[in-house]
């Protein structure tokens, strides 16, 4: 069963657009929702995350909206650039425990 | 990296081999997690420690077993490797607020 659906699989956008990533999540539970980015070959880094009693957080050009009566919550990338060009992982936790979506590869065309 | 790394980065085998991965972190976290990560799946958790010698099974336990026998060490076995658990293979940890998960530089591993 999977908890955390990701979508779109794969985006394509232009230097300057603002993609957005979307997530949705089933169990209610959760209580804390991370975003990772990762680069080929190296491991997932957190990006940002937000707790489900915050509707938006901001950190630089990276946002997180939250919509917790949808059960659902995105990332936007303000003024993209070629370098942020990678693989996003959203994920959800409960209990120390962390469960992902499938990602999206995002790419970044100057 | 957060102090953490992987070891083989890189391992060939054959299947029915016995496999062993090591994850050694140099920040004495107590929680540590093994994922695997496959096309199409995201990260999905083996299996993960809150402890010396205590340790759980996550998603995807199936064909791997675990120890942690120092805080910094946490040693992931596949004691007969199938070509199905040819994978790239993530060790990470909590760090004091448990939901923040830092992840090491991975080891692909190949089963022929």
């Known amino acids: 069963q999977q908890q955390v659906k990701q979508s779109p699989q794969s985006l394509i956008v232009q230097k300057g657009g603002i993609p957005i990533i979307n997530c949705a999540y089933e169990?209610?539970?959760?209580?804390?929702f991370p975003w990772y980015q990762q680069f080929p070959g190296k491991g997932p880094a957190l990006l940002i995350a937000i707790r489900p009693d915050v509707s938006e957080k901001k950190e630089g050009r990276f946002t997180i909206s939250f919509n917790k009566s949808a059960k659902q919550f995105s990332l936007h990338i303000m003024d993209s650039q070629p370098g942020d060009s990678a693989t996003y992982f959203c994920a959800a936790s409960l209990n120390e425990k962390l469960t992902f979506g499938t990602g999206t590869r995002l790419t970044i065309i100057p | 990296d957060a102090g953490i790394t992987q070891s083989p980065r890189h391992k060939v085998t054959e299947t029915g081999t016995p496999v062993t991965l090591r994850c050694h972190q140099t920040?004495?976290?107590?929680?540590m997690y093994w994922y695997r990560q496959d096309p199409g799946h995201g990260l999905r958790l083996i299996h993960y420690s809150y402890g010396v010698k205590d340790t759980d099974k996550g998603e995807v336990s199936d064909g791997y077993s675990v120890s942690r026998s120092k805080t910094e060490d946490f040693l992931l076995t596949l004691e007969s490797a199938t070509s199905s658990q040819t994978s790239v293979y993530f060790c990470?940890?909590?760090?004091?607020?448990?939901?923040?998960?830092?992840f090491g530089p991975g080891t692909r591993l190949t089963v022929l």
């Open positions: 920040e004495n976290h107590r929680y």
């Open positions: 169990n209610t539970a959760f209580d804390y």
């Open positions: 990470a940890i909590s760090t004091a607020s448990l939901n923040e998960q830092f």
